[in-house]
Nanobody
Framework: QVQLVESGGGLVQAGGSLRLSCAAS????????MGWFRQAPGKGREFVAA????????YYGVSVKGRFTIARDNAKNTVYLQMNSLKPEDTGVYSC???????????????????????WGQGTQVTVSS
């Protein structure tokens, strides 16, 4: 089984930056596609970013593209989300997720579908004040 633990959330003013981390257990981390999702109060889960297991192909949600960057360090079993130019609309609980890449088609359509992910972390709160 894969366990995911997020960290790095907190309170930041609009225009500021935060860096989230997701530490994963297991010996096969490098074979998983990793994603970040978020959920604001009263709203559904929203895709933020994802990174594939081969070639470090990345995908981003429309609302964060150009401001957020996803990266992974397979030697440390960790995926990161660098968030810059934060807005109050970015407030929410951020969760990381892992998908078995052998059964995940290429492209943003598959990577942005939360139903494709097999493992989820508990989430970390991000609050952006105006």
């Amino acid at each position: 089984q894969v366990q995911l633990v997020e960290s790095g959330g907190g309170l930041v003013q609009a225009g500021g930056s935060l860096r989230l981390s997701c530490a994963a257990s297991g010996r096969t981390f490098s074979s998983y596609t990793m994603g970040w999702f978020r959920q604001a109060p009263g709203k559904g889960r929203e895709f933020v970013a994802a990174i594939r297991e081969i070639g470090d192909s990345t995908y981003y949600g429309v609302s964060v593209k150009g401001r957020f960057t996803i990266a992974r360090d397979n030697a440390k079993n960790t995926v990161y989300l660098q968030m810059n130019s934060l807005k109050p609309e970015d407030t929410g609980v951020y969760s990381c997720a892992a998908a078995q890449s052998d059964y995940l088609p290429r492209g943003v359509a598959a990577a942005s579908n939360g139903g494709a992910y097999d493992y989820w972390g508990q989430g970390t709160q991000v609050t952006v004040s105006s």
